[in-house]
Nanobody, 124 residues
Framework: QLQLVESGGGLVQPGGSLRLSCAAS????????IGWFRQAPGKEREGVSC????????YYADSAKGRFTISRDNVKSTVYLQMNSLKSEDTAVYYC?????????????????WGQGTQVTVSS
């Protein structure tokens, strides 16, 4: 059964860094588009970043550009989200998601499988 598992969340001070991981269980992430989304309390789920499965291109929301980096390790079947210069407004539950269409979407409906989420809290 296809399963995605996020890890790496936690509490960090403003300006700090975290690296989130999205690991596949029971299958390979090769060739699939993997997106990272986040949802803060009282807000809708929003796209943060994505790496396409077709050509490896990466995409970032404006809020993530210059601070976050998405990467994939096909040997480990894991996708990472390196988050630097974190701000309080980055506080949210972060989810990874897989699109079987191999292309990136900036909306949640484009993704077929989701992880359980990992909490990121940026606070002093």
């Amino acid at each position: 059964q296809l399963q995605l598992v996020e890890s790496g969340g936690g509490l960090v001070q403003p300006g700090g860094s975290l690296r989130l991981s999205c690991a596949a269980s029971g299958f390979s992430l090769d060739h699939y588009a993997i997106g990272w989304f986040r949802q803060a309390p009282g807000k809708e789920r929003e796209g943060v970043s994505c790496v396409s499965g077709s050509d490896g291109r990466t995409y970032y929301a404006d809020s993530a550009k210059g601070r976050f980096t998405i990467s994939r390790d096909n040997v480990k079947s894991t996708v990472y989200l390196q988050m630097n210069s974190l701000k309080s407004e980055d506080t949210a539950v972060y989810y990874c998601a897989l699109s079987t269409s191999y292309v990136c979407y900036d909306v949640a409906i484009g993704y077929d499988y989701w992880g359980q989420g990992t909490q990121v809290t940026v606070s002093s």
